[in-house]
């Protein structure tokens, strides 16, 4: 829970979805998550790297069936902001995508769309910015699936950074995407909107388990144990709040797996009773 993000793989009945880092993100615990408290943090100490940092992974969930690639969400891109000690994030770097797409045997072609949570710029790197050496960004080739209202209110997101150029530079290629809209075999589009005007958790569906790819709706496990905590940049933190405490009933349920994009290197885990608290159990292979 304190390390960088690796390469991770599961294997649900036809489907393997595995994570694909692109960077690394750290978060003032405080600062990102202006609700909690330095009390707070200090009975969470499994949560904060040596500097008392949240370390947050940044990548992308590759969803493979039947020969077929689907991407959610597309990185940082390779760029860092090496921010300093003050504000609620100290560091950001991506890069790593591409690399490790390769080693996983995928060349951006083989994807044949990319479906994005929400357009905040660590999740839309690759989108928009060109493949190194290249003129155009390296899935260009494929539909951009972005739920309606995110398109549709894409003026609330340059607040939260999303320049003009970044949606520019996407807008040829984005498709719209409905509530419950299957994008992809098995997989189907869940709005859950608070971190962003239309943000969409994916929800992947086999015959024996279900995973959900729910985004931005929660950046570190610590956040089980408090769904109260809103991240900074939440566009509405009551609708943020309303969909983190749904999430977490959700995630006790059995069979049903959840994947989250910033948890450092536990991207899928299960909600389990632990003592009197609720606890992120990492699942892996």
């Known amino acids: ?7 991770r793989s599961l294997r649900l009945g036809e489907t393997t979805v595995t994570y694909v880092p692109d960077g690394v993100c750290r978060l003032t ?16 100490p499994e949560y904060l790297d040596e500097a008392g940092n949240v ?21 940082f891109g390779p760029h860092s902001y090496p921010t300093g000690p003050e504000g609620p994030v100290t560091e950001i770097q991506g890069g790593a995508l591409l690399d490790n797409l390769a080693r996983l045997g995928r060349a951006p072609t083989d994807v ?15 989108g928009w910015l060109p493949t190194p050496g290249g003129d155009r960004p390296p899935f260009a080739h494929a539909p951009y699936l972005v739920s309606e209202p995110e398109w549709t209110q ?24 409905t509530d419950g809209e299957e994008i992809f075999p098995g997989v189907r589009v869940r709005l859950s909107a608070g971190h962003s005007p239309g943000h969409a958790s994916y929800v992947v569906t086999t015959d024996d388990r279900r995973l959900i790819a729910f985004g931005d709706a929660m950046h570190t496990p610590a956040q089980i144990h408090h769904p109260d905590w809103h991240a900074a940049p939440d566009h509405d933190t009551t609708a943020s709040t309303e969909a983190r405490r749904g999430l977490v009933a959700e995630l006790q349920e059995p069979d049903t797996i959840g994947f989250g994009v910033h948890f450092a290197d536990v991207p899928f885990g299960r909600v389990r009773q632990d003592g009197d608290r609720l606890a992120w159990v990492p699942v892996d292979a």
Do not use: Q
Not at 1 to 7: D, I, L, Q, S, Y
Not at 112 to 126: P, Q, R, S
Not at 156 to 176: C, H, K, N, Q, S
């Open 1 to 7: 829970m304190r390390k960088p993000a690796t390469v």
């Open 154 to 177: 894409r003026e609330f997101l340059e607040a939260a950074g999303t320049g003009a150029d970044i949606l520019d530079a996407m807008a040829p290629y984005v498709r719209t995407v």
């Open 55 to 75: 370390v947050a992974g940044i990548g992308g969930l590759l969803v493979e069936r039947d020969g077929r690639a689907l991407l959610i969400d597309a990185g």
């Open 112 to 126: 044949e769309a990319v479906a994005f949570t929400h357009l905040h710029v660590d999740h839309v790197g690759w």
């Open 29 to 44: 615990p405080t600062g990102w998550f202006p609700a909690s408290t330095d009390e707070d943090w200090a009975v969470h």
